[in-house]
């Protein structure tokens, strides 16, 4: 990798970082982060980490092709996370034996739902994943996407664009574009932009998902587990496919949709 960081703020704006490359299993920096690696420092001090008009290109690890923030085996290590006005691009999760393959660009592992991360503004473009989001993997605590664009990035199974698993958080995706995104065959849900495989609840508004294909359920958007609901507001389905699967635009499980009108 590029940097490695354990400490408490990380603030980087202005940056291009390419071709960072981390894939050798052993250690936990040499598992995550091809360009940035964040790690636990011990204790239960929050950690803030922010990316402002930053570029990655051509980043590759096994778990965050470009940044991974990663908890420590005991410490709770909450996170704020802040990704605005920055690109995305060729960043990829690679794959060895069964280690890795999660989080094409960005991964993030914490400890307890009282990390956030907020993405508003930025590009993601090509990425991918030999496992679960192409773009970007998200495991414990609250997501904000804000008129960001996902294009034509790639997972093996879950999550073509965004993979979601935090039972006890909740994402949102406000405006921005799915386009182009895949999903493959080897994950268990679908999902070919965005897949919430757990979750309070599920929100989107405002965004447009175009072109986007899973070999499993939902072409577009997958969601199931959530414990309350799924929000569907003035959101665009064209031209979405699932192959083998349900919902060529949407699979909603649990009986927890709402749809509100534009």
């Known amino acids: 990798g590029i940097v490695a960081f354990c400490g408490n703020t990380l603030s980087m704006e202005n940056c291009v970082l390419e071709n ?6 052993g250690s936990q920096s040499k598992l995550y982060g091809g360009a940035v690696f964040i790690g636990a420092r011990g204790g239960s001090e929050r950690v803030k980490a922010e990316f ?6 051509q980043n590759s690890s096994l778990n965050g092709g470009a940044i991974a923030v990663v908890k420590g085996a005991s410490s709770p290590m909450p996170v704020d996370l802040v990704v605005k006005g920055s690109e995305f691009t060729g960043c990829a999760a690679e794959r060895t034996g069964t280690n890795g393959g999660v989080g094409g660009a960005i991964y993030l592992e914490t400890n307890g739902a009282a990390s956030t991360a907020a993405i508003a503004d930025s590009r993601f473009e090509g990425n991918t994943a030999k496992m679960s989001g192409g773009a970007a993997y998200f495991d414990k605590g609250n ?3 804000t008129n960001t664009d996902f294009i034509t990035n790639t997972s093996a199974a879950m999550g073509g ?9 909740t994402i949102s995706v406000d405006g921005g574009r799915m386009q182009g995104n895949k999903a493959g ?8 932009a965005l897949c919430v495989s757990y979750g309070k609840e599920c929100r989107v508004q405002g965004t447009v998902f175009e072109g986007n294909e899973a070999e499993g359920s939902g072409g577009a958007l997958y ?20 192959t083998k699967k349900n919902g060529g635009a949407a699979d909603i499980q649990d009986d927890l949709l709402r749809c509100l009108p534009g």
Do not use: K, P, W, Y
């Open 223 to 242: 969601a199931g587990g959530l414990s309350a609901s799924a929000v569907i507001s003035n959101v665009q389905f064209l031209n979405n496919t699932s």
């Open 161 to 169: 664009a965004i993979c979601f698993s935090s039972s006890t958080g």
């Open 52 to 57: 402002v008009n930053c570029t990655f290109r």
């Open 20 to 25: 960072g490359v981390n894939t050798a299993a």
């Open 143 to 145: 997501l904000a996407v």
């Open 185 to 192: 065959a080897n994950g268990e849900f679908g999902g070919g």
